[in-house]
């Protein structure tokens, strides 16, 4: 099949799917379904590892370790990387956040710190008004009510009520180190309710 047809195909089968809101679709053998729980497209996470073990082998595509918790009203998410890192303070966060998301992700490398919050609910509004899919936090989120509310996908580690330092010292678009897992700028990310990957490579679009 040449690609304009599968394109015309796969987005035939999504808009079916987005119809019946239940059987969904394939593509690159994964299946995408919309889910009345986040909302929107929904991927397995489980299924990309089991159709792309190779990769996993080569370390292409790499696990990170279960130590995050969900917030935000999509479950599940994906899209390329945008990486962070900073130390107790939040003012590149923002910056990063105040421009245009694309469906992008925010990996945020706060070096696991669990002594203040690095994203509240007004980052999550404005993450979300810009076009961000979602946040993964290496560290700590505050005002989890209003984020629970915010249409994106975070993962933390947990809540602190206090907020960070804003000093603006940090990094953005280096390689990070979180979960056990390397994670680079412009990598991709998918997160459902099983865990969170990254990948050198894009599994869902065409
Ligand atoms: O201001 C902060 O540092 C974090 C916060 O509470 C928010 O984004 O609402
Ligand atoms: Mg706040």
Redesign the pocket.
Known sequence: MDKTRLKSVVRHRQLRASRMRSSGYVTRGIHIWVSHKCNMACLATAEICDTNARHVESGDLRVLQPVFQIYGQRRAFWGPIVTVKVFED?VLV?EVLETKGEGRVVVIDGGGSLRC??????????AHSMGWNGIVVNGCI??VD?INGCDIGVRALASHPL??N?KGTGDKHVSVYVAGTLIRDGEWLYADDDGILVSKFDYLSL
Not at 117 to 126: D, E, F, K, S, Y
Request: hydrophobic share 30%.
């Open positions: 939040n923002r919050a690095l994203v509240g609910g007004n980052l999550g509004q404005l505050r005002d209003e907020k960070s804003k």
